[in-house]
């Protein structure tokens, strides 16, 4: 949870108590407080103010390597477009009613059982969602993986598929003897590996 008024944050943390499935891992009054709790790739969800001090909400978003599903807690109606452009999952307009944040959490519940839906049901595929539908991607079609701002670009034989998913996700999804991780971004087939040279 990132805002700099205390109130809101105050509203924000007993909403957050009073939803089972929510686990407030941290609250800051600055994005640049949580750049190493977000950058450890391990929250699930971020609460995030827009016009703070120092730096926007929407701009603190881009300074990130993990980025994860986002909540924007804001006064201002006209940062909404911008919002949507990096693919939040809701956009709160202060003052901010308990329905419309339960509204917006169980969307955030569904995205992660979408997500959990996407785990392999047979050792030679897995689902993800792309292009507004799931898609079966068989592991040995996969070339390789590339992780992006807020999504991951997988590369078959065939064509590319953008899907709105963490990188670290992906990792769990694919067979850890089949794939290999050569770059913080990059995760390629061992099977399509044609030759190995020094680092390259």
Request: hydrophobic content about 45%.
């Given at each position: ?26 609250e800051f009054e600055s994005p640049l407080q949580a750049t190493s709790i977000l950058n450890n790739g391990d929250i699930q969800l971020l609460f995030l103010d827009i016009q703070m ?148």
């Amino acid at each position: 949870l990132i805002d700099d008024e205390p109130l809101a944050r105050k509203g924000l943390k007993e909403y957050i108590n009073d939803v089972d499935f929510l686990h407030l891992a941290g609250e800051f009054e600055s994005p640049l407080q949580a750049t190493s709790i977000l950058n450890n790739g391990d929250i699930q969800l971020l609460f995030l103010d827009i016009q703070m001090p120092r730096i926007t909400g929407l701009d603190f978003l881009k300074t990130l390597s993990h980025t994860p599903p986002v909540i924007f807690t804001t006064a201002y109606q006209q940062y909404a477009l911008e919002g949507f452009e990096v693919n939040a999952l809701d956009y709160l307009v202060k003052p901010i009613a308990f329905e419309r944040f339960l509204k917006a959490v169980l969307k955030a519940q569904d995205f992660y059982a979408l997500r959990r839906q996407n785990l392999p049901a047979t050792e030679d595929h897995f689902f993800v969602k792309a292009d507004n539908k799931l898609v079966k991607i068989s592991f040995d079609d996969i070339l390789f993986a590339e992780a992006l701002q807020n999504y991951v670009a997988i590369y078959t034989r065939e064509r590319k598929f953008l899907s709105y998913l963490t990188f670290k996700a992906l990792e769990e999804y694919l067979p850890s003897g089949s794939f290999i991780k050569t770059h913080k971004s990059f995760i390629v087939s061992v099977a399509k590996i044609d030759s190995i040279d020094a680092n390259d």
